[in-house]
């Protein structure tokens, strides 16, 4: 089946650095990127759609210039966290459209900031 | 955030019985739903979708949609201890896979 790669699984950062995290489809080309974040015993709440070419689309309450998305080839979006916080400790996890089949996730990345 | 409702838990069933999981969906324009299993600390990975009232079934799993009363269910039939984790409720809206997810049902089958 298709496989989402996501880098790195884990990463711990210092508050006021920047994170990129990178989810790569392997096998297929997926002009739609989705990114999504859990934080502890809560669901996967979405934050922005990714598309390879244009402006990412981020739901109401993300912060844009906080939470950078490229989508800059059919394979590969990369979430950037800048600045980041405490508070922006989460599971990320992205997912990629492959039209008319279901969707596939990355293993996540597991991001504290200490 | 389009507003996926469910019964957050924990769901303790025997081992051998059915469980019962519910969800509901304010969305009236709702095209798709799935159902999730998510361990800890990993990724959600797909038990079921499906697209139009009525029943589907899948080995032990039953989808079951009534998009006139917004919900959708997922029954586990022979629950077996490795089907303890948290499911999910996800629907989309649009044609692309962009899912709102319910907040999860915590599921534990005792041996």
């Known amino acids: 089946g298709a496989v989402v790669s996501q880098h790195p699984s ?28 859990q934080f502890p015993k809560q669901s996967l709440m979405l934050m922005a759609t990714s598309n390879e070419g244009s402006k990412a689309t981020y739901e109401q309450g993300v912060e844009k210039d906080k939470f950078l998305i490229n989508h800059a080839s059919l394979t590969l979006s990369t979430l950037t966290v800048t600045s980041a916080h405490p508070e922006d400790s989460s599971f990320y996890i ?16 597991r991001l504290t900031v200490v | 955030q389009k507003e ?18 519910n969800c509901t969906y304010s969305d009236r324009g709702s095209q798709s739903f799935f159902w999730y299993r998510q361990y800890s600390g990993k990724s959600p990975e797909l038990i079921m979708s499906i697209y139009s009232n009525g029943d589907k079934e899948d080995g032990r799993f039953t989808a079951q949609l009534n998009k006139a009363s917004q919900y959708v269910s997922l029954l586990i039939r022979d629950s077996q201890p490795s089907d303890s984790a948290t499911y999910l409720c996800a629907v989309n809206v649009d044609y692309f896979n962009k899912f709102y997810f319910g907040s999860g049902t915590k599921l534990n089958v005792k041996p």
């Open chain 1, 94 to 109: 992205c997912s990629a459209d492959r039209a008319l089949t279901e969707a596939f996730f990355g293993q996540g990345t």
């Open chain 1, 10 to 37: 884990r990463v711990i950062c210092k508050s006021g650095t920047s994170v990129k995290i990178e989810c790569r489809s392997l096998d297929f080309q997926a002009t739609t990127m989705f990114w999504y974040r």
């Open chain 2, 4 to 21: 996926v409702e469910q019964n957050s838990g924990p769901l303790s069933v025997p081992e051998g019985a059915i469980a019962s999981l």
